[in-house]
């Protein structure tokens, strides 16, 4: 009975979840939205030759950006982040802890409390509509996340291997390059798929700061799908909102291995 019980719970919470995703999947696959209403599904392919077909949507365009953005986005915030949190694990407690918190009390700061500054800055210097006024934001806005992230993961890491090279006579950027930087790898993988993640979703700043395909995102492009047919299309938002998960899908399989290690583990042999 035990084990019944917990199949049926565990049934139970996987629909759950999966659900929405089922029903995109076959929204997507359906010429009209009310298929139900129509006598039932019949599946075609057209909302997803249309993403990648059609010159209205830009659908491949917004694609590019964000994939170009986030990346360059999550590889800047993880650099700034592994060397803040590598100088903040080796100070003491009393003194990493007052700056751990300031980070995390600039990021509890709304995004709308320094976008019109930003905004008034980006229009200044001609940077409206461009990859920097998206990637600048998101670099330090994400940099809080990676510093408490990677500093987690770094204070695992036993100060007894910077003392002994340090008697060997190693630097402290001999020991942060070819120690702690390899012992960290698994967090960095881990860190850096938090902070894609988190570039890849954003939407209001890649709102107010992009103004066509040649630089918005697919966030905003899926949402605003709706001003350029006057109706809303369901089968190419559904479509576009499946394909857009297949990045984020391939590199979490890729550094799989990685992030478990990095989100479970830390400790070091010997």
Not at 158 to 181: E, F, M, N, Q, Y
Not at 238 to 246: G, N
């Amino acid at each position: 009975m035990r084990r019944i019980l917990l199949g049926i719970g565990a049934a139970l919470s996987l629909g759950f979840a999966l659900l929405p995703l089922v029903w995109t999947a076959m929204v997507s696959l359906a010429e009209h939205p009310d298929f139900l209403l129509r006598g039932g599904l019949s599946p075609t392919f057209d909302n997803y030759r249309d993403l990648f077909t059609s010159e209205d949507l830009h659908f491949v365009d917004y694609l590019k950006n964000s994939l170009l953005i986030s990346s360059l986005s999550a590889l800047l915030s993880l650099t700034a982040s592994f060397l803040c949190a590598y100088a903040l694990s080796r100070l003491s407690p009393f003194k990493a802890l007052p700056l751990l918190l300031g980070v995390l009390g600039i990021s509890l700061f709304p995004q709308i409390s320094s976008a019109g500054f930003l905004y008034r800055i980006f229009s200044l210097t001609g940077l409206i509509n461009t990859y920097p006024a998206l990637v600048l934001p998101y670099t330090a806005w994400s940099l809080p996340l990676g510093v408490w992230l990677m500093h987690a993961y770094i204070s695992s890491l036993p100060r007894d291997i910077d003392r002994s090279a340090l008697v060997d006579g190693a630097g402290r950027l001999t020991i942060l390059l070819r120690i702690i930087l390899p012992l960290s790898l698994p967090g960095l993988a881990s860190t850096y798929v938090l902070l894609f993640l988190f570039c890849f979703n954003e939407f209001l700043f890649a709102l107010m700061f992009t103004v066509d395909y040649r630089t918005r995102t697919v966030p905003v492009g899926i949402a605003l799908f709706e001003g350029l047919h006057g109706q809303i299309p369901w089968g190419h938002i559904t479509a576009a909102s499946l394909v857009s998960v297949l990045p984020v899908l391939i590199l979490v399989l890729f550094l799989q291995g990685y992030i478990i290690r990095g989100l479970t583990g830390g400790a070091v042999k010997g």
